[in-house]
């Protein structure tokens, strides 16, 4: 088999991010269709057939597929062009400029995940390209989609495709955004295979009393109502809940750990001496509060209304929670672990809900991506991972697809692993093609014909 040029694909993939960066996709309103017809350009041109879908005017989705030879089942790599507001003022670099500077590619979207999208468009031109100069086939139809509105919730984008047009997109297995981030726990490195993350369970609490002068204070004020709900539940400490795949990856990251971090970390198996191991680890304050999130349902207060004059007391005061449930957690359940910080004067209304998510380890593409990362970065352990938030996977499993986010990253420091949604969002160019050297590993040996 003829070794991809990869000079030539760091200028390509790179170029292709640079372009997809300066198409505004701002969620809302999304315009997406921006990048399906520039993602459709790029895909004729080298002989695929895309297909570009709009939801609505202007919310454009795209799928093109590379036949195999049909022996199994089609992998997806499935991403998303939309990306949340930015503001420029507090921006480097323009954010959607898409400039190459200081070894790096900046811009909205460059690590959520136009990056990907990228990288994504340059995988399925170098199958197209190998499959054209006579290599083997691969066993698996290779599917990319790319949708719209994932920010948003995936509605008008993936479970649009999921709703309308299943066919298109339906594989045994998909690559997604959500894992492969390299982080450092002591002196070792660890690189995350996304196999489940959270589901949606948020909800509206609403307080009411009698309306009236609020220079004669009364016990039924409605804010005041709110205000203690909300503080019990945005101080509570909801229940221990410990998953297959937290239960792995603490595991296995204590499993390469000198004492005393290892017995901290094995701590964290225990609901009984979770937060005494909690506070003897030596990790910043953001994976701490990770960890808590990875085995916890949680409850966030972030919107408030109530009231519009200051004299006046207000009948119905509101607040909006963004909830979170962990796999194997349903949502009455989450209602019962929050109803002590409620009181009885208080309405519940879940406003947004969405299963949680969780991928068996013990699965053919899971081995694959184990097996390169040993070879291209034996320095890195991998590790399953669930993230706290949510992907367009809750859309895709309604199809029976098994669900993997991997796009993997190497360390470039602890300051790099959360620009998603924040100013100066980059990617380095050698990562975005570290990228794609490792998933063309990964995609070959999972889809490729195996020599005879």
């Known amino acids: 088999m003829t070794e991809p040029n990869w000079d030539q694909i760091r200028a390509e993939v790179i170029g292709f991010l640079v372009d997809l960066l300066r198409l505004d996709t701002t969620n809302p309103p999304g315009n997406e269709i921006l990048a399906a017809d520039y993602l459709a ?18 919310r454009g989705n795209i799928v093109a597929r590379l036949p195999g030879t049909g022996e199994e089942a089609p992998l997806l790599l499935m ?37 990907i999208v990228a990288t ?15 290599e083997r086939p691969l066993r698996r139809d290779l599917i990319f989609m790319a949708t719209a509105d994932e920010e948003r919730g995936g509605h008008m984008g993936a479970g649009f495709l999921v709703e309308k047009h299943p066919d298109l997109i339906r594989a045994e297995f998909a690559l997604n955004e959500g894992g492969g981030d390299t982080t450092k726990v002591g002196d070792r490195l660890y690189t995350t295979c996304q196999t489940a993350e959270k589901g949606l369970a948020r909800f509206q609490l609403v307080a009411r009393g009698e309306p009236g002068h609020a220079s004669i204070p009364r016990e039924d004020n409605a804010v005041v109502r709110l205000a203690e709900a909300v503080v019990g539940i945005g101080r ?30 094995l701590k964290l198996l225990d609901e009984a001496t979770f937060d005494e191991g909690l506070a003897a680890l030596p990790l910043p ?39 979170r449930i962990l796999p194997g957690c349903g949502h009455e359940m989450f209602r019962a672990e929050l109803e002590p910080f409620l009181g009885e004067a208080i309405e519940f209304t879940f406003t947004d809900q969405g299963a949680p998510l969780e991928a068996s380890l013990e699965s053919p593409l899971y081995d694959t991506i184990q097996d390169v990362m040993a070879t ?42 959360s620009l998603a949604h924040a100013h100066d969002e980059r990617i380095s160019r050698e990562n975005l093609l570290y990228g794609t050297q490792v998933l063309y590993q990964v995609i070959d040996r999972f889809c490729g014909r195996p020599e005879r």
């Open 79 to 115: 991403c998303h062009t939309d990306v949340v507001p930015a503001e420029p003022e507090f921006w480097a670099h323009p954010p959607f400029a898409g400039e190459v500077a200081d070894g790096y590619v900046w811009g909205r979207g460059a690590v959520d995940m136009k990056d």
């Open 376 to 417: 291209v970065s034996p320095e890195s352990t991998v590790v399953p991972d669930l993230i706290t938030g949510g992907t367009d996977a809750k859309h895709i499993v309604r199809l029976g697809t098994k669900v993997y986010g991997f796009v993997p990253r190497r360390y470039e420091g602890d300051a790099l692993l």
């Open 285 to 323: 304050a953001f994976q701490k509060r990770r960890l808590v999130a990875m085995t916890h349902n949680t409850a966030a207060p972030t919107i408030l209304n109530a009231g519009s004059k200051i004299n006046v007391f207000p009948s119905v005061a509101t607040a909006r929670v963004d909830g």
């Open 120 to 134: 994504f468009l340059e995988l399925m031109l170098l199958f197209k390209r190998r499959a054209g100069d006579g």
């Open 236 to 265: 509570s400490a909801l229940p221990y809940h410990l998953t297959e795949t937290v239960s792995r990856y603490i595991s296995t990251v204590a499993a390469g750990q000198p004492e005393p971090i290892r017995a901290a970390m």
């Open 41 to 58: 350009g790029v895909l004729r041109a080298a002989g695929f057939e895309p297909i570009v879908l709009e939801s609505a005017p202007g």
